[in-house]
């Protein structure tokens, strides 16, 4: 476990494997901290396969700060991410994520494609009403909060609730913030999830797929997957140069069994507790 200071932020990271072994990085979804239920089980694994993995807590996750200067909030972690693989000298890098995370892994490495080896995803959000649905989650109650109470109001959110008892800095950051214009910014990074015609994925649009000419393992969301629909993960498979499509290690329903599952990292339940299922197909994608 470590911290460093990337485009003025404190990041929360852990390196995990061989120092020498070529470096993988693992980027959870949600706003979900790198230890969740599932998500070391999984990076423990893809090490025990050979690969020195980075382990991160994205901004305004976990124990990582956050701020409100960027375009969107997708564009804040995908940028700490590039700045994060800079910082550590990470070169040649495998990326691999899941629902946010898949996002925030294709932003990334739309804006350094030269140093990404191989890509695998899973999850991936998206359709008009899944899109919806997030700018609610990471904006709206923030609106509604700020509106009605103030700063005061959004610090009590439960939505903070877990950063600011891994990170109190969050808290004075949160508070520091004008009411007013954190609505605005809240507005905007909220207009960012807004569905299109143009691109599955908010944030990536032509030219960034083509950018993305590596290597690339997407899998098949579940029909019945509402928050990341199949028509997604085949759109940007029909989009990437370079992109195999495959099924996923676990039933159609997966996504609405998962999200019945207790949030609790102590007990190592939550969504992502049966992503070490993938250990298998990752690995087997992600060797030279």
Not at 124 to 133: D, K, R
């Amino acid at each position: 476990m470590a911290k460093i200071e990337v485009n003025g932020l404190e990041l929360d990271y852990e390196l995990i494997g061989d120092e020498n072994a070529p470096p993988l990085v693992l980027t959870p979804g949600g706003r979900y901290p790198r230890d969740t239920a599932g998500v070391p089980e999984l990076g423990q694994l893809l090490a025990d396969g050979g690969y020195r993995v980075l382990l991160w807590d994205r901004p305004g996750c976990g124990a990582s700060d956050i701020a409100f200067t960027a375009p969107s909030e997708s564009v804040m972690n995908c940028e700490a991410l590039v700045g994060l693989v800079q910082a550590l000298g990470l070169r040649d890098i495998r990326v691999v994520g899941g629902s946010a995370g898949s996002r925030i892994s294709l932003m990334a490495a739309a804006r350094m494609p030269e140093n990404v080896r191989k890509i695998a995803i899973w999850w991936i959000s998206g359709g008009p009403v899944g899109l919806a649905g997030l700018a609610w989650f990471y904006c709206g109650d923030q609106i509604a909060a700020a509106s009605k109470g103030g700063m005061e109001a959004v610090v009590q959110l439960p939505s903070w609730a877990e950063q600011i008892a891994r990170n109190p800095r969050i808290r004075q950051i949160l508070l520091a913030q004008d009411p007013d214009a954190y609505i605005d910014t809240m507005q905007r990074w909220g207009k960012a999830f807004a569905y299109s015609d143009e691109s599955p994925v908010p944030g990536l649009g032509e030219a960034d797929f083509a950018r993305l000419a590596m290597p690339i393992m997407v899998l098949r969301s579940g029909k019945s997957d509402m928050a990341h629909t199949r028509r997604t993960s085949e759109w940007v498979h029909e989009l990437l140069p370079n992109s195999t499509m495959v099924e996923p290690p676990w039933g159609d329903q997966e996504w609405n069994y998962v999200s019945t599952f207790p949030i609790d990292t102590a007990n190592r339940r939550g969504r992502f507790e049966r992503w070490p299922l993938l250990a298998p197909m990752l690995l087997d994608f992600l060797k030279d």
